[in-house]
């Protein structure tokens, strides 16, 4: 039993996969993986909610998983974070296997929810110093560090504000603050912009950039706000409980291409087939296509004439994470062609 | 393992003071049933030459005080939508069996707390008066508390279809409440009713509190077990019904489905 597990656990964390996704020497020079999943799969019934996932996500590194709801995202928090067990391969979080020491990997992560998990009675500061003592944290030793943190997330002023009377972005910021108080190794963030207004999301992700820059801590966000997630160091896209790609943002989009070109068209057939000899087969959604544009000097100029009535709006930009992931959604862009 | 259980029962305990309106209605459904079933029945009862009802009513509710207090707050905790503790609670560094263990001590105390203040109210009243002994009191409340309280959390972990208050009342707690001998002795009762009475734990709570209420010789109205079957049936059931609780709730079957649940209930 302990022999095929142990190889398993050298297997994860000797298999560093591809260059790109992973440099060997910065890996290692901070202590290795925070987290390592191998065949990472659950199963409800027939359906594969996850299906077979490698994770290496390196101690410090903001990390996102994305994808649209019902992707397997959470699934795949919730095994990484011991509340599911694996259908079948496993993964090592803080140096610790989360199907063999559930209570050692949570006591080295810090998960927050995409729902609140502050009682809504208790104060600000009660709730924090639940949270402490739930991780047997000295009870001065959580003062100082709940000081810490309401400076941290600008919170100073509603320490004694009931939980439930916070507005929604506040209200995430404690739960953000709850979730590290303990001093994790690696935070865990389940959609935690979910339900917030522009503002406040911009807000929680300046928290959680100030959190990583003073505290060091390993992130893996989800979200399916893609484009919330070029901040990550690495990504990794889910679809249907598979990774089909992954990467540095900068890389994936630089990768796909210099620009987007979005013809609006009542006939988007037909602009597709005068346009795939030169751009590529192009991405139909309802009434536009887009094309990849490979070329910085790219000009859509004379484009517009050359297909007259046909094009309603014609629009060239950069490309996001949005952009990366409907590609490969739709067979990926290595090549040109589906 | 001390100091996350006592914060837990602690802000259990706070929450429980703080809810005034509840604690008022805790005492007022046993003086209700003390005031209104207990002089109309004791007024029907006088007519065959019967003893005091009132005071035989004292101990079946003080156990229905521990029935809805201690009971009730264990069965809240699965389904506990008002407040996100829970989710705290399933990522903290000890095993989820505990999360089971500290409530159902909570609830315990809940319980108590009730009982306590009945107990002073009664006193006041003049239903407590002689023949009570004090330790055997006690002793009663709580093992009758520690009881509801596992009652509460076992169901708790065993299904969901529970979480609403009318089906909890009409499928639990009123039937083990009637089937108790809290309203009449269990002796008198038909041989099948007198069966399911007997294998209802909280039955034994009852008597307890009988035999530490109505002293003296009483034959129609007295305890109907000894007090070591009653401590007995009590400690029993209880240390089967925490354990059983404790570790299905480890279970994967019950904790993933609650993770999703509280994860926003896609199950994604």
């Known amino acids: ?338 | 393992m001390w100091r996350p259980l006592w914060a837990i029962i602690e802000r259990e305990l706070k929450w429980t003071v703080r809810q005034r309106s509840r604690l008022v209605s805790a005492m007022v459904r046993p003086l209700l049933w003390l005031l209104t079933v207990g002089v109309g029945f004791e007024a029907m009862l006088r007519e065959t030459g019967a003893a005091n009802y009132r005071a035989f009513l004292v101990p079946g509710l003080l156990a229905m005080v521990l029935l809805f207090g201690a009971m009730l707050a264990s069965l809240s905790m699965v389904y506990d939508r008002e407040s996100g503790v829970l989710r705290m609670l399933i990522m903290a560094p000890f095993a989820h069996s505990w999360i089971v263990v500290a409530r159902w001590i909570s609830a315990t105390l809940v319980g108590l707390v009730q009982a306590a203040m009945l107990v002073v109210l009664l006193g006041v009243m003049g239903y407590l008066n002689g023949g009570i002994s004090a330790p055997l009191l006690a002793v009663g409340l709580l093992a009758t508390s520690m009881t509801c309280a596992s009652v509460g959390i076992l169901i708790a972990v065993s299904t969901r279809a529970l979480d609403n208050f009318a089906v909890v009342m009409n499928f639990v707690i009123f039937p083990v409440f009637f089937l108790s001998g809290a309203l009449y002795p269990v002796r008198h009762l038909p041989p099948w009713l007198r069966l399911v009475a007997s294998v209802n734990p909280f039955s034994y709570g009852v008597d307890l509190l009988k035999h530490a209420t109505i002293r003296g010789p009483a034959p129609f109205f007295g305890a109907d077990f000894g007090i070591g079957a009653d401590l007995l049936g009590l400690a029993a059931f209880t240390a089967v019904a925490v354990l059983v609780a404790a570790i299905r709730f480890s279970q994967d079957s019950v904790l993933e489905p609650l993770a999703r649940w509280l994860s926003n209930g896609r199950g994604n």
């Open chain 1, 1 to 338: 039993m302990a022999l095929p597990a142990l190889l398993r656990t050298a297997r994860a964390v000797l298999s560093l996969g591809p260059a790109e996704q992973l440099r060997p020497e910065k890996a290692f020079a901070r202590g290795g993986l925070a987290v390592s999943a191998w065949d990472l799969s659950k199963n409800f019934g027939k359906l594969k909610a996850v299906d077979g996932i490698e994770l290496q996500i390196r101690e410090g590194e903001f990390f996102g998983l994305l994808g649209p709801n019902g992707s397997g995202k959470t699934t795949t928090i919730h095994m990484l974070t011991t509340l599911a067990r694996p259908t079948h391969g496993g993964a090592t979080v803080a140096g610790c296997d989360v199907r063999a020491q559930p209570v050692s990997v949570r006591r080295q992560i810090g998960l927050v929810f995409q729902e609140s998990a502050l009682d809504r009675n208790l104060t600000v500061e009660e709730n924090l110093r639940f949270a402490g003592a739930l991780y047997k944290m000295p009870a001065g030793l959580a003062r100082a560090r709940i000081d810490e943190l309401l400076q941290l997330f600008n919170l100073d002023a509603k320490r004694r504000t009931p939980a439930g009377e916070l507005s929604g972005g506040m209200r995430r910021a404690v739960d953000v603050a709850r979730g590290v108080l303990h001093r994790p190794r690696v935070l865990f963030l389940d959609e935690p912009t979910l339900g917030l207004d522009p503002v406040n999301r911009r807000a929680l992700w300046q928290f959680i950039a100030r959190l990583r820059r003073e505290e060091r801590v390993t992130v893996l966000v989800t979200t399916h706000y893609l484009e919330e997630a070029a901040a990550c160091d690495q990504v990794a896209f889910l679809n249907a409980g598979r990774i089909i790609g992954r990467g540095a943002p900068e890389h994936l989009i630089k990768q796909f291409g210099a620009y987007v070109l979005e013809v609006e068209s009542p006939d988007p057939d037909g602009i597709t087939a005068h346009f795939s000899a030169r751009l590529g087969v192009g991405l139909k959604t309802d009434a536009s296509v887009s094309f990849r544009i490979a070329e910085e000097h790219f000009s859509i100029a004379g484009l517009e004439a050359e297909l007259d009535s046909r094009v309603r709006a014609m629009h060239l930009r950069r490309p996001d994470l949005n952009d990366v992931y409907l590609w490969l959604i739709h067979g990926g862009f290595g090549g040109r062609e589906r």
